[in-house]
């Protein structure tokens, strides 16, 4: 098993301009979840979906777009980015809401 | 609201002591609560979990923690750290009444030789 799969690893962007990111599971998981790491922030929750077709705002929604079209993936939008949004970002997933959390291995992100 | 702290930015110990990195918790109800750990360049990985029963969890690699409700603390810990254990700790919980797991900010671990 693969786990979970995002691309791409890297990206650099210009302000304003947009891109998505995808994460893709393998295990049947219902839950997917998209973090954001910043310096001494720990995980920010940025937008979850608790199955196929549901989607649902965490911590740091603004300027992200999700969609879950397919149970196996998550996938994350930036229409425009800012340089706010240069940031390492993570997917996961879980079986059930208080089980434990399954992470691809990020993505680094830049806006300039 | 939850919130989960790390009060050490960074913990450093000798090769073969005791090691302990602290978490404290503030969640309604009864806590579920997580250690992960992130080693460069990679994604958090699940080291253990408390939901309910004893207070000393056992998870991988030789790690455990203990509970402590009245403390609101859940501490990880290991008998004898390795260099290899050197890396990034969080912190994580929720209660059950809650949409989402809260993070704390994280704790660097350096296992000296």
């Known amino acids: 098993n693969a786990g979970v799969t995002q691309t791409p690893k890297f990206r650099v962007l210009k302000t304003g301009q947009s891109m998505t990111l995808l994460c893709a599971q393998d295990?049947?998981?219902?839950?997917m979840y998209w973090y954001r790491q910043d310096p001494g922030m720990g995980l920010r929750l940025i937008h979850y979906?608790?199955?196929?077709?549901?989607?649902a705002k965490g911590e740091v929604p603004d300027g992200y777009n999700v969609s879950r079209l397919k149970k196996q993936n998550f996938l994350l939008g930036l229409e425009s980015a800012a340089p706010s949004q240069t940031s390492v970002y993570f997917c996961?997933?879980?079986?059930?809401?208080?089980?434990?959390?399954?992470f691809g291995s990020g993505t680094q992100l830049s806006v300039l | 609201a939850q919130s989960v702290a790390q009060p050490e930015d960074q913990v450093n110990v000798a090769e073969g002591n005791p090691l302990t990195v602290k978490c404290t918790y503030s969640?309604?109800?009864?806590?579920?609560l997580f250690w992960y750990v992130q080693y460069p360049n990679r994604g958090l990985q699940f080291l253990l979990k408390?939901?309910?029963?004893?207070?000393l969890v056992k998870g991988s690699y030789g790690f455990e923690a203990e509970f402590n409700k009245s403390q609101t603390s859940f501490h990880l810990k290991k008998p004898s750290a390795l260099v290899s254990d050197s890396a990034l700790y969080f912190c994580?919980?929720?209660?059950?009444?809650?949409?989402?797991?809260?993070f704390g900010s994280g704790t660097q671990l350096t296992v000296l030789p």
């Open positions: 996961a997933s879980s079986y059930l809401r208080n089980e434990k959390l399954f």
């Open positions: 994580a919980a929720f209660s059950g009444s809650a949409r989402q797991l809260t």
């Open positions: 969640v309604s109800g009864n806590p579920y």
């Open positions: 408390y939901i309910t029963g004893d207070n």
């Open positions: 295990m049947n998981h219902e839950y």
């Open positions: 979906s608790v199955g196929e077709g549901t989607t």
